[in-house]
């Protein structure tokens, strides 16, 4: 009897051991937590708590100079679009040519009367482009082409955060270089990702309600009108709040040694009191997107609608679906380097001196 109630001392002991461990570490993790953030809810924060400094040049200025950054560095980064795209339509496959036929022969239809003239072309290939741009020309993909397009624009990213990352310390790199070492931290990325695809779930839900709603006929006006676009606003800033720190963790999680959750920590602590004005940046990064793909995709679309009328023999041939496949690679290179650019400008600021 005596061993046995030894036995069970020593059994109840590391058990209140291994609670007091636990609740001193998560005590620390807390503390440490409401150091690192001055914010509490429902309470007024002071300014001298939360300003922080951020010296940023202006929004035209610093998308030039990611545009000089990429068009310094053009042969790797298009060599690395030329090599994800042919991975892409290697695995996934490429739009499909026949779906486009088929919407242009629909707008040519529908906006004869519409759309007159030369600038009548025009606005069918913008509106054309409008088409493609939302709905897209891959069809509903399986399960297994929607984890090769998750796998690849992981990799994409990663690769370019890495060229990017040699190139502004100036180290020689080649292509091969990234495409070989840039995919190291995959599993980490992805961890940070489905966090990301989490934090979009408020938007999902607003999206979703908004079907719904519209279907029943409770957006037609009045009070019910008015609450639900106060939801889903609400819901659209919850998203944005938090994936604004979560593109720079995307950055994070690639330096060596860093753990997914250590790189979103390190994150939001980077964006305290700087939250808005990065994202701002963020959502000014779409801007030059839209209009890139708008200069690039219409003449492109007009020249193919021309020279298709001209040899009838080539129609079948998928030049708009091959151009868009480029134009999304070079699209995700491109957001990469101004999310990585803008990360550094952070970084940057908070190595100066006080």
């Known amino acids: 009897m005596p061993t046995n109630s030894k036995k069970t001392q020593k059994k109840s002991s590391r058990k209140v051991s291994l609670f007091s461990k636990v609740k001193v570490s998560t005590g620390k993790r807390i503390a440490g937590y409401l150091a690192r953030r001055p914010h509490r809810s429902f309470r007024l924060t002071k300014r001298r708590d939360y300003k922080r400094s951020l010296a940023l040049p202006g929004i035209f200025a610093f998308t030039a100079q990611v545009n000089k950054t990429a068009w310094k560095h053009r042969k790797p980064f298009m060599g690395l679009a030329i090599v994800y795209a042919f991975l ?6 490429i739009g499909s040519q026949d779906l486009y036929a088929q919407l242009t022969g629909t707008l040519q239809e529908t906006g004869s009367e519409i759309f007159q003239g030369n600038l009548g ?3 069918k290939a913008a509106l054309l482009l409008a088409s493609i741009g939302t709905s897209g020309l891959t069809g509903e993909l399986n399960e297994g082409q929607q ?4 796998l690849l624009g992981v990799l994409i990213w990663l690769t370019t955060i890495w060229l990017l990352r040699n190139f502004v310390a100036n180290n020689a790199v080649k292509l091969r270089d990234g495409l070989y070492n840039g995919g190291a931290p995959i599993i980490s990325s992805l961890v940070v990702v489905l966090v990301l695809i989490v934090q979009l779930l408020p938007v999902a839900i607003a999206t979703i309600g908004y079907s719904a709603a519209l279907q029943t006929g409770l957006l037609e006006g009045g009070v019910v009108t008015m609450l639900f676009w106060i939801i889903a606003i609400l819901l659209g800033v919850v998203s944005l709040y938090w994936v604004t720190a979560t593109f720079f963790a995307l950055i994070i999680v690639t330096l060596p040694g860093m753990y ?3 790189a979103l920590r390190t994150a939001g602590d980077m964006l305290i009191g700087r939250r808005v004005r990065v994202l701002l940046r963020i959502l000014w990064m779409f801007v030059p997107i839209v209009l890139a793909w708008i200069v690039v995709m219409i003449p492109f679309i007009l020249f193919d609608s021309w020279i298709k009328s001209v040899i009838p023999q080539i129609a079948a041939a998928p030049i708009i679906p091959v151009i868009l496949l480029v134009i999304s690679t070079l699209t995700i290179i491109w957001s990469a380097s101004y999310i990585y650019l ?10 100066k001196p006080a």
């Open 147 to 150: 984890a090769y397009t998750a």
């Open 88 to 93: 892409t339509a290697l695995f996934i496959g």
């Open 121 to 123: 072309e025009l606005g």
């Open 342 to 351: 803008l990360y550094r400008r952070v970084v940057d600021d908070d190595a």
């Open 260 to 262: 997914p959750m250590q």
